[in-house]
Nanobody
């Protein structure tokens, strides 16, 4: 059974940094794309970043480009999201997801973590 477990969320001030981690188990990690999404209260789930299984392709939402960095360590079955220069509008629950294609569409992903809260205060 596939499991994805996020960690690293918390409360941070505007301009600060956080690093999210997502540990995966139950499938051959390096064979699947890993995405990060977020959902703020009252809003739809939003694409943040995605990385191919071998790390060869990476895409970001325009809203986070230049501030966030997605990476993965296939030896540790873990994907990361380094978030710098955080803004209040980055406040959301952040989810990692595993899928067969490199895509920004959340319906294309097979498995999801439980989410981790990120709150950015001024």
């Amino acid at each position: 059974q596939v499991q994805l477990v996020e960690s690293g969320g918390g409360l941070v001030q505007t301009g600060g940094s956080l690093r999210l981690s997502c540990a995966a188990s139950g499938r051959t990690f390096s064979s699947y794309a890993m995405g990060w999404f977020r959902q703020a209260p009252g809003k739809e789930r939003e694409f943040v970043a995605v990385i191919r299984g071998n790390g060869g392709s990476i895409y970001y939402a325009d809203s986070v480009k230049g501030r966030f960095t997605i990476s993965r360590d296939n030896a540790k079955n873990t994907v990361y999201l380094q978030m710098n220069s955080l803004k209040r509008e980055d406040t959301a629950v952040y989810y990692c997801a595993s899928g067969r294609t490199v895509t920004m569409y959340y319906r294309e992903y097979d498995y999801w973590g439980q989410g981790t809260q990120v709150t950015v205060s001024s």
